[in-house]
Nanobody, 129 residues
């Protein structure tokens, strides 16, 4: 299992940008796919984006396509989520996840939170109108 710590959340106005980071401990991070999910109180955890271990394939929720970009730096054991054109509906707690259903590509279950084995504590993103 890999330990994950998110950072970069905060308060931003609509239309603004934030960059979330996820730092992983352990030398095995480079072998794991990683993803970002988000959750609003009272709702299920929602898939945002995923990237394979090599970084060769990326996946996005329709709601963030064209606005968010997921990336990773295996040498630094980090993953990032660049969020542009933020909308109040993006307000949520954002979680980094690793060890998901991906090899060279992700299986069709990648958007299910149950398929991911390691989680961080999350970072809050609040977008004001």
């Amino acid at each position: 299992q890999v330990q994950l710590v998110e950072s970069g959340g905060g308060l931003v106005q609509a239309g603004g940008s934030l960059r979330l980071s996820c730092v992983a401990s352990g030398r095995t991070f480079k072998y794991y796919a990683m993803a970002w999910f988000r959750q609003v109180p009272g709702h299920e955890r929602e898939f945002v984006a995923a990237i394979t271990a090599s970084g060769g394939a990326t996946y996005y929720a329709d709601s963030v396509k064209g606005r968010f970009t997921i990336s990773r730096d295996n040498a630094q054991n980090t993953g990032n989520l660049q969020m542009n054109s933020l909308d109040p509906e993006d307000t949520a707690r954002y979680y980094c996840a690793a060890d998901g259903p991906c090899a060279q590509y992700c299986t069709e279950t990648y958007s299910s939170a149950r398929e991911w084995g390691s989680w961080g504590q999350g970072t809050q993103v609040t977008v004001s109108s």
